[in-house]
């Protein structure tokens, strides 16, 4: 009896939503951003959701899909950083917290990084943003996104820390 | 009787129509016809021998001695060599029939077919290259002229199958498989993915439609046209809505700024007779349908839900569905 109870327990199958009613994708879009745009409230719906940009695999590996295909890697290279900042390094130029970041890549910032709000849905920006803060974490997480078809150029999402060096704080 | 009536009418229905191996309409497929049609006869000859022999064998069960023993020795090795001269017989029919699949023929139509989750970029090859001309899940071939299909897959693999024109060939990331067939009479051949590639596999189909020469070129010369300019306000709504918004980044339709390459190339998309890889007839109400929730008509498919207000929907479908 034991047995088949703890069997029947894995049968429950994270669950994939494909795509949000458009009034969420409405409330999700409305972050209350700080005056200098960096840091602020996440929507409530956010939350009320569960935040499964944050802890849900599906949600990851589309993120990190659109890494790929909306060509982050042009200027960010593997997370490692090229004209862009790196963003494995656990540094970052406008906060880690995910309504900075969202607010990076919806309306872009003044040092060459483009807004992506007429390229994206509000939903893609969102599972970019879980993408890209698993690039960066430094706990490990047990949601992760699929794996990599090319060579692993760095530690996979799921492994914490991500930066592959310690570097020095910067000294300023 | 009548179930035997029954079961005989259901598979003769297998003998004719746009996907099946049984009515081949080129010289590949007559060949692998001809390949299967031998393989059952041969096969069916042998297996009608074998149950004799086991009747015989039950009927009359042998007493055993002396003599018996050395006639089952030379019984046992007369059927090894017959069944080995079987295999090898049915060996060099089958290496016969498919060598020549993938030999590139003379002067072919390169087409080069890559499959993606979960629909087909077809490209039309050219000397020329502003006569290079980009497509999605249809291919229009001229019948008689021998087609070289250079199969390739951007995520996962696939299987090209159009069992009236050809054989199974896979689409492999990262390789690129060649695969050689001619079209001998007109019509409108369906294939379908034929290797489990993900979630909407089953929704992954394609028409293969074999006109003749004049037909193929002035189809050829239409879509190598820019996408018409909009007539009606609504249509120009339709447009600057496109463009300024996501679908722009992943579809190209030739003619305005739109020129992603994620999707399927809309230049020419009310031509085609199917939207979303042969899921549904493309006229203005499946457009719109398609476009206000591609995820409740292919859930799981690389196509976001777009938020947009119904005049924006109308728009775009008034302005797609003119792009013949
Ligand atoms: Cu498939």
Redesign the interface.
């Known amino acids: 009896m034991l047995l088949i109870a703890l069997a029947l327990l894995a049968c429950k199958r994270e669950a ?1 939503e ?3 009613d ?1 009034p969420a ?2 409330a999700l879009n409305g972050v209350v951003p700080m005056a200098n745009r960096i840091n602020g409230g996440l929507p409530r719906i956010f939350i009320a959701q569960g935040s499964p940009y944050e802890n849900n695999a599906y949600q990851l590996g589309q993120g990190k899909r659109l890494y790929d ?2 060509n982050c890697k042009g200027c960010h290279a593997n997370g490692g950083g090229a004209s862009g900042p790196a963003l494995t390094d656990g540094r970052w130029r406008y906060g880690p917290d995910p309504v900075s970041i969202f607010l990076t890549i919806r309306d872009g910032r003044p040092h060459g990084m483009p807004a992506f709000a ?7 920006i969102w599972q970019l943003t879980g993408y890209v803060r698993t690039m960066g974490a430094y706990s490990a997480q047990t949601a992760a996104p699929s794996r990599n ?1 090319e060579m692993q150029s760095r530690p996979a999402e799921n492994r914490a820390p991500a930066a592959t060096e310690i570097r020095m704080p910067p000294s300023r | 009787m009548r179930a035997l009536a029954t079961s005989l009418a259901l598979l003769c229905a297998g003998c004719t129509g746009s996907q099946t191996v049984l009515a081949p309409m080129g010289p590949q497929a007559a060949q692998l016809n001809w390949l299967l049609w031998s393989f059952i006869l041969i096969c069916g000859i042998i297996w009608l021998l074998v149950m004799f022999v086991l009747v015989l064998a039950l009927r009359y069960a042998a007493v055993p001695s002396q003599r018996g023993e050395r006639r089952a020795a030379v019984i046992v090795g007369v059927s090894v060599a017959a069944s080995a001269l079987v295999i090898i017989v049915l060996t060099v029919m089958s290496y016969a029939a498919t060598r020549g699949l993938s030999v590139a023929a003379d002067d072919p139509l390169v087409i080069r077919l890559r499959g993606y989750q979960w629909w087909w970029e077809v490209t039309y090859t050219d000397r020329r290259p502003d006569r290079m001309l980009v497509t999605a899940n249809e291919i229009h071939v001229p019948v008689g002229h021998p087609i070289n299909i250079e199969l390739s897959a951007a995520d996962v693999i696939h299987s090209f199958w159009v069992p009236n024109l050809v054989g199974k060939q896979d689409l492999i990331p990262g390789r690129r498989n060649d695969l050689t067939f001619t079209a001998s009479r007109p019509g409108v051949y369906r294939g379908q993915c034929a290797e489990f590639c993900g979630l909407q596999h089953a929704h992954m189909a394609l028409l293969v439609i074999a006109e003749e020469p004049a037909a193929f070129e002035a189809w050829r010369d239409a879509q190598l046209q820019v996408a018409r300019p909009p007539e009606t306000i609504e249509q120009e709504a339709g447009r600057t809505f496109f463009v300024s918004q996501p679908c722009a980044a992943c579809h190209t339709v030739r003619g305005t700024n739109a020129a992603g390459t994620l999707g399927p190339d809309l230049t020419h998309v009310a031509s085609r007779r199917t939207i979303a890889a042969g899921l549904l007839e493309t006229t203005r109400g499946s457009l719109a349908a398609w476009i206000a929730d591609p995820q409740t008509i292919k859930p799981g498919n690389n196509m976001p839900m777009v938020t947009m207000t119904p005049e924006q929907l109308r728009a775009v479908s008034a302005w797609l569905v003119d792009l013949q």
């Not at chain 1, 007429?118 to 893609?124: I, K």
Request: charged share 35%; glycine share 0%; hydrophobic share 25%.
């Open positions: 994939r494909l795509r949000t458009p994708t409405d295909w909306f007429n390229r994206l849905t509000t939903e893609q078809d």
